[in-house]
C-alpha cells in the first residue's frame, strides 16, 4: 500500500477518536511475542506476532511515571491503545487483556510468559493490512495508576483461532510504528484560597525575678603555728654478741617397727591371682594365703556378666620400681597359662624400702565387654604386692 495511503487511513481513524487529539503518549518501555510451549525469546524482532498456527501472543508494557506529577486515576478522562497492522496474513478476531504477571522483553517466552488477566476488549477486528486497531483501555489504565505495581502492561491474543497478524514492535526499521498508549486528562479545578489564620491570643506577663540574697563575707585564715626544733640525740654502741651455747645430747634410737604386707615365703617371681566370676567390690590378693605365695603364672580374671570400666590398686613391696600392667587375654584350650593381649590398664609403683608399702591406683578409660578375660602381668623389681580389683 502507497505510503500516502497509509497516512490518510491513519488521519480517517483519527477523527473516529476525538479526544486524542489533546491526548499524551506515554513511553513504549518493553514489547515481544511468545509461541506458547517453546522457550524461544523474540524481545528483538521488529514485529509483534499474534495468531497463527502457533497461536502466538504479544506482550507490550509502558510508562505510566511520565504523566504529571500527582496524576490519580480521578485525573484519566480516557486512555487509548493503538497498534499498526504490519502485515495481515488471516483477518481475523484478537482478544486485548491485561497481562497477569511480570514479564522482561529479553526474558519472557512461550514458558514462563504471563497469561491474560481482565479483559480490556474482546472479538477487535484485524481485516487488511497497514492500518491502525484503536482500543478503549481507560479502565486499565485507572487501575494501573491505583496500584502501579500491578502495571504488566497488555497481552494480545488471537480470538477466533484464524488471524495471523504482524504488529509494528519498537525495533521495526521499515513502517516504524510500534504500539503506543494515548491517554487524555481531565482539567483540575483550581485550588480555593487558603482560610485566613485565627488571631495568637496574648502572652502573659512574665513574674519579676525575685532578689538574690547578699553572699556572706569569708571568714579570715587563722595563722599557721610555728614549727619546733628537731632534737639532737646520739645513737649508742652496739652490744658484743654472745657466746653459743652447749649443745645438748642426742636422744635414744627408737625402736624398729615390724614389717608390713610380707609373708614367710620367699619373695615370689610373680604376682599370682585367680577371680572367677567375680561380680562386685574388689578382689584381694591375700598374702597369708599358702597358695597365692608359691611363683606361679598369673591366671584368668572373669569380670562381671555387665560391661563395665576395670579399675586395679598395687600396694608394692617389690625391691625396685614395677609396672603393673592388665591386659585382654587368650587361653590355649584347656590350659589356664594365657597370653596378653593389648594394654586394659596400667600403673607403675615406686620401689619399697622400709615400713608401708608404695601404691599406685589406675581406672582403664572404657569399659571392657562382659566377661572379658584379662590378663595381669608386671616388670620391674623383685618382692610381693597387694592388689584390689573393682568393676566400675
Known amino acids: 500500500m502507497p505510503a500516502n495511503r497509509i497516512t490518510r487511513l491513519f488521519l480517517g481513524g483519527l477523527a473516529l477518536i476525538p479526544m486524542a487529539a489533546f491526548a499524551q503518549s506515554v513511553p513504549l518501555a518493553q514489547d515481544s511475542y511468545v509461541v506458547p510451549g517453546t522457550s524461544a525469546n523474540f524481545g528483538r524482532q521488529q514485529f509483534l506476532a499474534v495468531g497463527g498456527s502457533n497461536a502466538n501472543q504479544a506482550l507490550v508494557q509502558f510508562d505510566l511515571s511520565t504523566l504529571p506529577s500527582g496524576t490519580t486515576a480521578a485525573n484519566i478522562s480516557k486512555a487509548t491503545l493503538v497498534l499498526f497492522s504490519k502485515t ?15 514479564w522482561t522483553e529479553l526474558g519472557v517466552n512461550g514458558n514462563n510468559a504471563p497469561s491474560a488477566g481482565t479483559a ?28 502501579p505495581t500491578s502495571n504488566n502492561g497488555f497481552i494480545i491474543t488471537a480470538n477466533d483461532g484464524v488471524v495471523n497478524v504482524l504488529f509494528d514492535s519498537k525495533e521495526s526499521a521499515t513502517t516504524s510504528h510500534p504500539a503506543q498508549l494515548l491517554i487524555t486528562l481531565s482539567s483540575s479545578g483550581s485550588t480555593g484560597a487558603t482560610g485566613s489564620t485565627g488571631v495568637s491570643g496574648s502572652t502573659g506577663t512574665t513574674g519579676s525575678t525575685g532578689a538574690t540574697g547578699a553572699t556572706g563575707a569569708t571568714g579570715s585564715t587563722g595563722a599557721t603555728g610555728v614549727t619546733g626544733a628537731t632534737g639532737v640525740g646520739t645513737q649508742g654502741n652496739t652490744g658484743p654478741a654472745g657466746s653459743p651455747g652447749a649443745a645438748g645430747p642426742t636422744g635414744p634410737t627408737g625402736t624398729t617397727g615390724a614389717a608390713g604386707g610380707q609373708t614367710s615365703a620367699a619373695n615370689p617371681s610373680g604376682i599370682p591371682f ?22 606361679i603364672v598369673p591366671t584368668v580374671m572373669s569380670l562381671s556378666t555387665t560391661a563395665c570400666k576395670p579399675a586395679m590398686t598395687i600396694y608394692s613391696f617389690m625391691s625396685a620400681s614395677t609396672t603393673f600392667t592388665l591386659n585382654s587375654a587368650s587361653f590355649a584350650s584347656g590350659s589356664l597359662t594365657g597370653s596378653a593381649g593389648s594394654t586394659i590398664l596400667s600403673c607403675t609403683a615406686s620401689g619399697y ?13 572404657s569399659n571392657v565387654a562382659a566377661a572379658t578375660p584379662m590378663y595381669l602381668t608386671f616388670s620391674g623389681g623383685t618382692g610381693s604386692a597387694f592388689v584390689a580389683f573393682s568393676c566400675q
Open 88 to 102: 495481515v496474513t488471516a483477518a481475523g478476531t484478537v482478544n486485548i487483556s491485561r497481562a497477569s504477571g511480570s
Open 120 to 147: 480490556v476488549a474482546s472479538g477487535v477486528s484485524v481485516v487488511t493490512s497497514g492500518w491502525y486497531l484503536y482500543v478503549e483501555a481507560t479502565s486499565a489504565v485507572q487501575a494501573w495508576l491505583t496500584s
Open 274 to 295: 585367680t577371680i572367677v566370676g567375680h561380680n562386685s567390690g574388689a578382689a584381694n590378693w591375700d598374702p597369708s594365703d599358702s597358695n597365692q605365695n608359691a611363683s
Open 353 to 365: 624400702s622400709s615400713g608401708s608399702p608404695t601404691s599406685c591406683t589406675v581406672t582403664a578409660g
